[in-house]
């Protein structure tokens, strides 16, 4: 299981932050392991990975949130801490973006939660659903047009063979029995 904390922002503005259990993660339809699933925007790559944009839907009691995510080709979802309710869509979901892209020209919320068994926005209890587009981006954005209003999540993708001290990195000491001194360097 994987427990997110999202702050829903509703119609007036007013923001809560649920308890949400996820122990289902499928992505463009294919089950993940929860391990794949994070809030953390700042993750160490190789340097071929890449991030896709996403918007997740998933279950809460009383209707389904929506949320930006990304999906680095490493397989590991990251989760944005923002979303909305889905139900204060319904009249113009379609019209809803992903970094530009109707909903309408992916795939509608309504059609993820009816392929997994479920009705309009109400999905099966601890499911996560995400859907990524074919571009790549670090940055995600799910505007609603009709309400002017919008969830932003960037991803930092940091090399893992970066030297982030560079020729700043301390010299290595360390504590020896009961007195300090410089031992030698193994490495």
């Not at 929506?66 to 801490?81: D, E, F, K, Q």
């Not at 090399?159 to 020896?176: E, F, I, K, T």
Request: glycine letters at 8%.
């Amino acid at each position: 299981m994987f427990l997110l904390k999202p702050h829903v922002t509703g119609l007036e503005g007013q923001v809560t932050t649920p308890d949400v259990v996820v122990d289902c993660l499928l992505v463009d339809g294919k089950m993940r392991s929860l391990g794949l699933l994070t809030h953390n925007c700042w993750q160490e790559v190789g340097a071929d990975a890449f991030s896709r944009p996403a918007y997740a839907l998933m279950a809460l009691g009383g209707g389904a949130l929506i949320l930006p995510a990304h999906v680095i080709s490493n397989g590991l979802v990251i989760a944005a801490r923002a979303a909305w309710r889905l139900s204060n869509l319904d009249d113009h979901v379609a019209e809803v973006t992903l970094n530009g892209v109707p909903l309408a020209d992916l795939e509608l919320p309504s059609d993820m939660v009816a392929d997994v068994g479920g009705a309009e926005d109400a999905l099966p209890r601890g499911y996560m659903l995400v859907r990524t587009i074919e571009a790549e981006a670090t940055e995600v954005t799910l505007a609603d047009p009709a309400l002017g209003r919008e969830l932003r999540n960037a991803v930092h993708l940091k090399l893992l063979d970066a030297d982030r001290w560079g020729d700043a990195r301390p010299r290595p000491r360390y504590s020896v029995g009961p007195t300090q001194k410089e031992v030698p360097h193994f490495i």
